[in-house]
């Protein structure tokens, strides 16, 4: 490539090895990726994505897409390919009468939900700010609103994507209706979504926070079990790690496993607070922050030098009772690692009101989602903590290996049929085969066209 030249063909920033920005726009969320393309389009419109892979298919390079950065296999980047970086495309459009929003694929949960939050709207990806919203909808989007409003596919209305051979489509239900199917689930296996349209839920003070309890076995299994009986307004994302030296936290707990619960009620705070009071009543509270909030303070500020290098696991069970509790609680006392944890989503409400076919995400009627997490610090690391980390699945495993494909790590990216069952990765490869018949968007969980 004529690197000089590609500066003229771009209305966006186009950098290069040569670069002065180059090696902090390529740096990705996770921390283990160095990967080195040759070129970073910052694409600034759909016509730039358009000449984009028009050039990348002309030099026969590989093709990576960015949009938060936060691929937990570096799928964001690329060695010696061409990286489609989405994060100027940030326009948004809010409908008030309608209750619906248009978003660039290039703008953060975090950043769209301050947006919402000044119209009394809330939408739910999933439970960090500095995701972008492209890479968690196409995946599903589980998060903190998904048990009373569903995953973020569940609210989307359409998208604007860009195909292989360069085509624009508008896609919803009636146009193009396979293909806005297979993007509710099927990740990036299709084009390029420049926008994506979703419906909003109204949704003004709700109630939630962090609370830190001692995790025993028995903490952590009732806690499992209050949140399959909550209310549907009330969605947690629960972490048996250590506790963090943090100033809410009292010293002598620094460092020993917790239970950090992460809850949002979506609802009247009064309400909530009485949702939550049983899980403050499971034992004395190391730290307890519940209160009154705007959904958008559940996303916690972020330290943007921050890249962790981590190994994972994810998988789904049906029930977390005393034995998978002080399993889990075993494992995690059994590693040295800089953070560890045991993470479950307790899952149904409105995620699992809809069929399973309905969307390319199958798996609504699993009861809880679970990542198993463990750092490094060196590379020589690895295969001890992979090791730790196969033989902790193992012993909690419940009957079958199913998966999210937005949480599949570096090692796991052999788990395709785990993360869409057969019906359904039949059908993807129909909808694959007639979109892109050459698997041109292959830097995914890549779903290969029907033969």
């Known amino acids: ?221 009732k806690c499992a079990q209050l949140a399959d009986e909550a209310p549907n307004e009330l969605s947690i994302i629960a972490n048996v790690m250590p506790a963090f030296p943090m100033p809410m936290i009292p010293k002598e707990y620094h460092g020993t496993l917790s239970l950090m619960i992460l809850a949002v009620y979506a609802g009247n705070p009064h309400d909530g607070e009485i949702a939550l009071a049983p899980f403050r009543a499971l034992a004395q509270p190391i730290a307890d922050m519940l209160k009154p909030m705007r959904y958008k303070d559940i996303f916690m500020p972020e330290d943007a030098n921050y890249h962790p290098t981590a190994l994972s696991r994810n998988m789904f069970i049906d029930t977390i009772d005393r034995k998978t509790a002080s399993e889990a609680i075993h494992y995690l006392e059994t590693i040295e690692a800089p953070v560890k944890a045991f993470q479950f989503r307790v899952l149904g409400g409105a995620t699992e009101q809809i069929e399973d076919d309905a969307t390319a995400y199958a798996h609504r009627k699993r009861k809880i989602m679970v990542n198993i997490a463990c750092f490094y610090q060196s590379e020589t690391e690895i295969p001890e903590k992979q090791r730790w980390i196969d033989a902790f699945a193992a012993s909690i495993r419940q009957g079958d290996d199913d998966a999210y494909v937005n949480f599949l790590g570096t090692s796991e990216q052999d788990r395709l049929e785990d993360a869409y069952p057969a019906a359904t990765l039949t059908r993807l490869k129909k909808v694959k085969a007639q979109y892109d018949p050459d698997n041109f968007f292959k830097l995914n969980v890549n779903i290969t066209p029907e033969a």
Request: proline share 3%.
């Open 1 to 221: 490539m004529d690197l000089k030249k590609l500066t003229t063909l771009f209305q966006g920033h186009v950098i290069t090895p040569g670069s002065e920005e180059y090696d902090s726009t390529r740096q990705l969320f996770y921390g283990g990726v160095d990967k080195k393309p040759a070129v970073i389009i910052e694409v600034a419109n759909t016509a730039d994505v358009v000449r984009a892979i028009k050039l990348t298919k002309e030099q026969g390079l590989p093709l990576a897409v960015r949009s938060g950065g936060h691929s937990a296999a570096g799928l964001s980047s690329v060695d010696g390919g061409v990286v489609v970086d989405l994060r100027s495309i940030k326009d948004v459009a809010i409908n008030d009468e309608e209750a619906t929003v248009w978003a660039g694929a290039g703008i953060t949960a975090g950043e769209l939900t301050n947006q919402l939050d000044a119209h009394d709207f809330v939408l739910g990806f999933g439970d960090t700010g500095s995701v972008g919203i492209g890479g968690i909808t196409l995946g599903g989007g589980v998060g903190f609103l998904a048990r009373k409003f569903g995953l973020a596919i569940d609210n989307l209305i359409a998208a604007e994507i860009v195909t292989a051979n360069g085509d624009v489509l508008q896609v919803n239900k009636d146009s193009h209706p396979e293909l806005f199917w297979a993007l509710r689930g099927g990740g990036g296996n299709f084009g390029i979504v420049t926008r994506f349209q979703y419906r909003l839920h109204t949704l003004t003070e709700c109630y939630g926070g962090m609370l830190f309890l001692p995790a025993t076995p028995e903490v952590v299994t």
